[in-house]
């Protein structure tokens, strides 16, 4: 009986690529999902005055919290239900369903007519975006050098910042009484989100499909094609490539994961990057959903701010969230992960706690708040990232969009459905000394997420993807 095991060189070859625009492209098309995140959840936290007025839609805060953990539970169950096909059916197939999906239900969000009809559709618009994690971060490291995968990864997800600065941006004007009545600027803001990713979808049509994903499906002929466009594209800018440096691999055609077998993976290969990653993404998704969130209700119980002008506070935060990622990214490729996400969680961490005792004590302005925040936020943007780069690039190829859709999806369930929902009770009471504890909370969460990095996390930077964790297909070399 003849071997069905084939021999194949292509993540040696996709690794050694320089950087072209074809990369850009790439993080163009791809990374755009954070933006579109980053829109929604700043469009949500800025208007959410608008949607206590009687030109919106008559919420309170725990309403408008509880909107919030909708759209956080649409996301866990979108991760969790498009991560599956997308390992099944193809990382480009599903990046293309889950922008449309996302597109639609953001535009149905302005045309809600009481809290039930807007929760449901931040519910739909959360599975959009859940779906788009799992397709859309699978695909950019299978397709990035390994030399570049961290700086690139973290620099995608800082973009969640440029769709907060536009959402903060945005909400000056469609809020502003002299420019839109006020029953119409907070519906006309959710076509921003729309209308870009009805764009999306065409920007992607021109992003190939992931040929390491192709190769453990067995199709090692479509796979030889899409590199060989990919290397031709570059070489025809770059010139001459350099030689492959990594060694072949052997595969062999297999079916479908189980979730026995995924449970192997899990709990018997991996667990201690099992515990790591949920540890990280749960730590991440309470400290940022629970702040940001409801930000825009702190400054406006605590601090009195009108709320056409919360957008330029969230401006500001926006800024320091976006160069976090940018600037210290090169880090956690040269210095190496576990260094690097030890540091940003601990150091996050700290300087929480250490604002939560200046709020409950009443020692800032609305300012000075927003300043704290954008120093903590600098770091914390950056261990967040390295968060969905850790569950991303050290578990197995075959796995790769249902792990990172189970650890996102566990992760936020655990620590971020809670959050928004826990701090909009805690803003309603109007008790800081309330509020501080579940500051201090956050601030716990990411010193603990800290200290297991430090013990047991990966030193993946450099690596090919099949080095830090063998695909299960994988073979012998004869």
């Keep these: ?22 990369h850009w492209l790439v993080v ?27 030109d919106g839609l ?6 408008v ?37 996302y597109a639609v239900a953001t535009i149905a969000t302005g045309f809600s007519w009481n809290f039930a009809s807007f929760a449901l559709f931040r519910f739909c618009t959360g599975a959009g975006i859940g779906g788009e994690y799992a397709a859309i971060n699978s695909a950019i490291d299978e397709l990035i050098p390994a030399r570049a995968r961290g700086w690139t990864s973290l620099a995608i997800n800082g973009t969640f910042w440029i769709g907060a600065a536009l959402g903060a941006g945005s909400s000056l004007i469609l809020l502003d009484p ?9 519906r006309l803001a959710f076509g921003i989100g729309g209308a870009l990713g009805f764009g999306i979808v065409v920007l992607r049509r021109f992003v190939p499909e992931s040929p390491r994903w192709l190769m453990t499906h067995g199709r090692i002929a479509d796979a030889e094609h899409t590199v060989r466009a990919i290397e031709t594209r570059i ?132 300012a000075g708040q927003t300043a704290l925040w954008t120093m903590i936020f600098f770091v914390a943007s950056a261990a967040a990232s390295a968060a969905y780069l850790t569950v991303g690039e050290t578990f197995p190829l075959e796995l790769r969009a249902l792990i990172i859709a189970l650890f996102y999806g566990f992760g936020t369930a655990i620590g971020g459905i809670a959050g928004p929902a826990l701090f909009g009770v805690l803003i309603e009471s109007g008790s800081r000394l309330a509020l501080m504890w579940g500051y201090l909370l956050a601030a716990a969460l990411m010193i603990a997420a800290a200290m297991v990095e430090a013990v047991i996390g990966v030193d993946a930077e450099r690596r090919a993807l099949e080095d830090v964790a063998a695909p299960l297909s994988i073979q012998p070399r004869s």
């Design 1 to 22: 009986m003849a071997d069905p095991s084939f021999e194949t060189d292509i993540p040696a070859r996709l690794d050694r690529l320089p950087w072209q625009r074809f």
């Design 28 to 54: 163009t098309a791809l990374g755009v999902t954070w933006i579109l995140d980053g829109l929604e959840v700043t469009l949500v936290g800025s208007l959410s005055g608008a949607f206590t007025g009687p």
């Design 58 to 63: 008559s919420m309170n805060e725990s309403q």
């Design 65 to 101: 919290g509880f909107a919030a953990s909708a759209y956080i539970a649409g996301a866990i169950l979108g991760a969790l239900g498009f991560g599956q096909l997308t390992d099944l059916y193809g990382r480009k197939r599903l990046f293309s369903v889950t922008v449309l999906v």
């Design 178 to 186: 002299h420019l839109l009545p006020p029953w119409l600027g907070w």
């Design 235 to 366: 070489s025809e800018r770059a010139g001459a490539l350099p030689s492959p440096t990594g060694k072949p691999i052997r595969l062999a055609p297999r079916g479908p994961v189980s979730l026995i077998e995924l449970g192997a993976v899990l709990l018997r290969r991996y667990p201690h990057r099992t515990l790591l990653g949920l540890t990280l993404m749960a730590a991440q998704a309470f400290c940022y959903n629970a702040v940001f969130f409801t930000y825009a209700l702190v400054l406006r119980r605590f601090y009195a701010v009108p709320t056409d002008r919360v957008g330029a506070y969230i401006l500001a935060f926006a800024a320091g969230n976006f160069l976090g990622p940018l600037l210290l990214g090169r880090l956690f490729d040269t210095i190496g992960r576990r260094v690097m996400i030890t540091l940003t969680y601990g150091i996050a961490g700290g300087l929480m706690a250490a604002t939560a005792l200046f709020f409950a004590f009443g020692e800032l302005g609305a």
